[in-house]
């Protein structure tokens, strides 16, 4: 089972993606520890690998940022090879196949969620051994735990693309609420054929929630 | 005809004083000289057609085969030197299973193509290795539609709508050209292109052949195959009976002129 190493930052974070007809809607906070020290309250956890797909990542950030920066360079090598865009399926394959083959020295869990013009949209999960799910929606990250039960009850597949986003900022909200591990702001990004939305939650936005 | 490069001709890593490789040149003739073979790309698929030269009656009909499948949807007709191709489709195997263990999806045709035409490209760069003497035509389907390739010893490749190596090409090249091949189904081309190879069989030359026919469209769920059998049956007699109907014409002729 692979462990962070001594002094190596962790994303202990709340990551998600979710599908709707049109596109996919990806949130996150913006924690990133080293320990108890947060080592970026603003970080951003979610990374354009090409423009119509976005990856979400945990666990290690080192291992997550160079496994990003890999499949994004051969994303961009397919389209000069292939005259035509890679589907989302094609980008999470390629995830797939680096978190699986180093898999005793990485840890990585991923989402990948995007648009393209065969399928659609689509979202996928890779988590830590290296396997591969294709799912309406997804969570993950050690804040995912806390929010199983809210999202499992609230998502309907026929959601609209700004029902997806408050379901999102409602659920990171929650997640961060009770997840040490996971703070800072809510970062969402909407893909749609006509491309990406990018927005930030500050903390005094967040959605009402009891609060004790 | 033949041009010998007398000195410059003896490695693959030489060019002559006026811009040539001779032993891609060479190569080349290996492929001029086998048995004919044809590729046909019309509106819903591929056919290739060879005509596989039997040096004797005691060859087990069908055994042998000059069209090879890799990867079940890319069928490959070649001529020149068998041993060479059976080393390429051994490539074009492994270059697609790589590819779908990356990508999860079957290869494109103009992927493959590019692939094998660069590892025979590759082949004429060193003087310790020789050049494929091959010509090879790549029949593969893809979300673009059916295409069919040509890759010659060079390593240069390019796409066709109708091609055809090997002996009888100028004769097989003379009647592709003739054909509607964008309007033609798989069916008819099939047919065409039995008579074809027929047409351009060298009776005098070779008197034992046998005709393989392949083809790669939505009947058969765009995979490479054989033709079934009755169409094979079919496309062989209408084959014969053109052949007939040609020398039946040249009689005609002939009882005129008394």
Known sequence: MPQLKPGEISMGTTIMAVQFDGGVVLGADSRTSSGTYVSNRVSDKLTKVHDRIYCCRSGSAADTQAVADVVKYHLALYTAQHGEEPTVKVAASLFQQICYDNKDNLMAGIIVAGWDKVDGASVYEIPLGGSIHKLPFTLAGSGSTFIYGYCDKLFRPDMTKDECIEFVKNSVSLAISRDGSSGGVIRVAAITEDGVERQVVHGNNLPQQFLG | ?258
């Not at chain 2, 074809?196 to 393989?212: M, P, R, V």
């Open chain 2, 1 to 258: 005809m033949t041009s010998i490069g007398t000195g410059y001709d003896l490695s693959v890593s030489t060019y002559s004083p006026d811009g040539r490789v001779f032993q891609v040149e060479y190569a080349q003739k290996a492929v001029d000289n086998s048995g004919t073979a044809i590729g046909l790309r019309v509106k819903d698929g591929v056919v290739l057609a060879v005509e596989k030269i039997k040096h004797s009656r005691l060859l087990v009909p069908h055994s042998n085969r000059r069209i090879m499948t890799a990867g079940k949807h890319i069928g490959i007709a070649s001529a020149g030197w068998m041993s060479d191709t059976r080393h390429l489709v051994k490539r074009v195997r492994e270059e697609s299973r790589s590819y779908t263990d990356v990508y999860k999806t079957k290869v494109p045709a103009h992927i493959i193509a590019e692939r094998l035409a660069m590892y025979v490209q590759a082949y004429t760069l060193y003087s310790s290795v020789r050049p494929f003497g091959v010509s090879t035509l790549l029949a593969c389907t893809d979300a673009k539609g059916p295409q069919l390739f040509m890759i010659e010893p060079s390593g240069y490749y390019v796409g066709y709508r109708g091609c055809a190596v090997g002996k009888g090409k100028q004769v097989a090249k003379t009647e592709i050209e003739k054909l509607d091949l964008d309007n033609m189904t798989v069916r008819e081309a099939v047919k065409e292109a039995a008579r074809i190879i027929y047409s351009a069989h060298d009776d005098t030359k070779d008197k034992l052949f046998e005709l393989e026919l392949s083809w790669v469209c939505k009947e058969s769920n765009d995979l490479h195959v054989h033709v079934p059998q009755d169409v094979y049956d079919d496309a062989v007699q209408y084959a014969e009976r053109s052949l007939d109907d040609d020398d039946d014409d040249n009689e005609m002729d002939d009882d005129e002129d008394l």
